[in-house]
């Protein structure tokens, strides 16, 4: 099981940038997939993006276009960049790690494919 620590997060003004960064412990990075979820107070932990090695990616919609999901292998770090932050952006920010051997919305939004998870990093958009 891979270590996951995550750092960035904060407060912002709407219409402003963050960007989140998940290092991972060990060499297997690069057979992993790297989701990020989200969780607000009082709600379910939902999908937020997910990314595996060659580059090919998958948004929620309430993201798309505003996120950008990508990893550093030689760094053993993946990152969130987030951009246009809207209020409803409010919430702690998980990544997570896993084998999943189906690529699929269906497969990669369950928190139940991934085995590891970072400590969280909480994200506070102001209107």
């Known amino acids: 099981q891979v270590q996951l620590v995550q750092s960035g997060g904060g407060l912002v003004q709407a219409g402003g940038s963050l960007r989140l960064s998940c290092a991972a412990s060990r060499s297997t990075f690069v057979s992993k997939i790297f989701g990020w979820f989200r969780q607000a107070p009082g709600k379910e932990r939902e999908f937020v993006a997910a990314?595996?090695?060659?580059?090919?990616?998958y948004y929620a919609d309430s993201v798309k276009d505003r996120f950008t999901i990508s990893r550093d292998n030689a760094r053993n770090t993946v990152f969130l960049q987030m951009n246009d932050l809207k209020p409803e952006d409010t919430a702690v920010y998980y990544c997570?790690?896993?084998?999943?051997?189906?690529?699929?919305?269906?497969?990669?939004?369950?928190?139940?494919?991934?085995?590891?998870w970072g400590q969280g990093s909480q994200v506070t958009v102001s209107s």
């Open positions: 997570a790690a896993g084998q999943i051997a189906f690529w699929a919305l269906s497969t990669l939004r369950s928190t139940g494919n991934y085995n590891s």
């Open positions: 990314n595996r090695n060659g580059g090919s990616t």
